[in-house]
C-alpha cells in the first residue's frame, strides 16, 4: 500500500501546508486541553468565598472585626 504523504515532499507547497496543518491541530489539542481540563481543575472552578466589607473602617475597628 502506498503511503499517501509521500507526495508531499517538505520543500513543496503541499509539504509546507501539510505541516502548517499538523502544526495547527496539535495547538488547538493542546489549547482545548489546557482550557478545558487543567485550569478548571487548578482553579476550584465555580466554588466562592466571602469578604467581609471592612470599608470606612478605622484601623482600631479593623484589629477587633478582623481577628
Known amino acids: 500500500m502506498k503511503n499517501p504523504f509521500a507526495t508531499y515532499k517538505s ?7 501539510l505541516s502548517m496543518l ?4 496539535i495547538f488547538f489539542t493542546i489549547g482545548i486541553t489546557y482550557f478545558y481540563v487543567y485550569l478548571p481543575s487548578s482553579t476550584n ?7 467581609p466589607n471592612v470599608e470606612g473602617m478605622n484601623i ?3 484589629e477587633d472585626f478582623l481577628i
Not at 472552578?45 to 469578604?51: D, L
Open 22 to 25: 499538523v502544526a495547527l491541530a
Open 45 to 51: 472552578h465555580g466554588e466562592t468565598i466571602t469578604v
Open 11 to 17: 520543500n513543496s507547497l503541499g509539504g509546507l501546508l
Open 60 to 62: 482600631s475597628e479593623l
